[in-house]
Nanobody
Framework: QVQLVESGGGLVQPGGSLRLSCVAS????????MGWYRQAPGKQRELVAR???????LYADSVKGRLTISRDNAKNTVYLQMNSLKFEDTAVYYC??????????WGQGTQVTVSS
C-alpha cells in the first residue's frame, strides 16, 4: 500500500505564493504518475497538474503559467509551486498517485485559501 501525506497549504493574499508537498511512503516502486487535484466548495474535484515518470507534465488551462508541478524521485515527493494565486484557486488540494497497474491513491488533502 502507498500512503500520501500533503503539506504546505494555508492562507495567502491574491498574487501570493505557496508550495505544496506530497510525500509518498510504502510500496512506491511501481509509480506511473503523480498529480494534484483540487475541490472547491460545491464543485467537483478537478485535475490541476500531473507528472508522469519520464517527466512529462499536464496542466489545467486555468493554472498554466502560474502553477508548476515537479517531482523528486529520490524523496518520493511531488511538489506544486503556486504563484500569482487568485481567489478562484481557493480549494482543498489533493495529491494523487497512479500505479503501473492502474491503482489510484489519494492523500487527505490540504486547504489553500486565497483571501485579502
Amino acid at each position: 500500500q502507498v500512503q500520501l501525506v500533503e503539506s504546505g497549504g494555508g492562507l495567502v493574499q491574491p498574487g501570493g505564493s505557496l508550495r505544496l508537498s506530497c510525500v509518498a511512503s510504502g510500496s512506491t516502486g511501481n509509480v506511473y504518475s503523480m498529480g494534484w487535484y483540487r475541490q472547491a466548495p460545491g464543485k467537483q474535484r478537478e485535475l490541476v497538474a500531473r507528472i508522469v515518470g519520464g517527466g512529462s507534465t499536464l496542466y489545467a488551462d486555468s493554472v498554466k503559467g502560474r502553477l508548476t508541478i515537479s517531482r523528486d524521485n529520490a524523496k518520493n515527493t511531488v511538489y506544486l509551486q503556486m504563484n500569482s494565486l487568485k481567489f478562484e484557486d481557493t480549494a482543498v488540494y489533493y495529491c494523487n498517485l497512479i500505479t503501473g497497474t492502474g491503482g489510484s491513491r489519494w492523500g487527505q488533502g490540504t486547504q489553500v485559501t486565497v483571501s485579502s
